[in-house]
């Protein structure tokens, strides 16, 4: 009984402490993922007007991330 609470205990503590990462990524460029994700909520709330009006790179790999992520 004590070996089966031991067992649970890690199990728990291994489920929680894994929910804490923060792994999200938005591009296989580690540079473009970090600003992504420093600029989150702004691009969240782009308009089509800024969208059109953003660098073409920025619109390539968010493209090719939508392309990986559907397959």
């Not at 600029?39 to 920025?58: G, P, Q, V």
Request: glycine share 0%; with cysteine; charged share 25%.
């Amino acid at each position: 009984m004590k070996n089966l609470f031991y067992l649970l205990y890690v199990v728990v503590l291994v489920m929680v402490s894994s929910c804490q990462k923060d792994e999200s990524v938005y591009s296989c460029d580690m540079n473009t993922n970090e600003w992504v994700k420093a600029n989150l909520s702004d691009i969240r709330t782009m308009s089509r007007a800024e969208w059109r009006a953003s660098d073409e790179s920025l619109k390539e790999q968010y493209l090719e991330f939508l392309l990986l992520t559907n397959e």
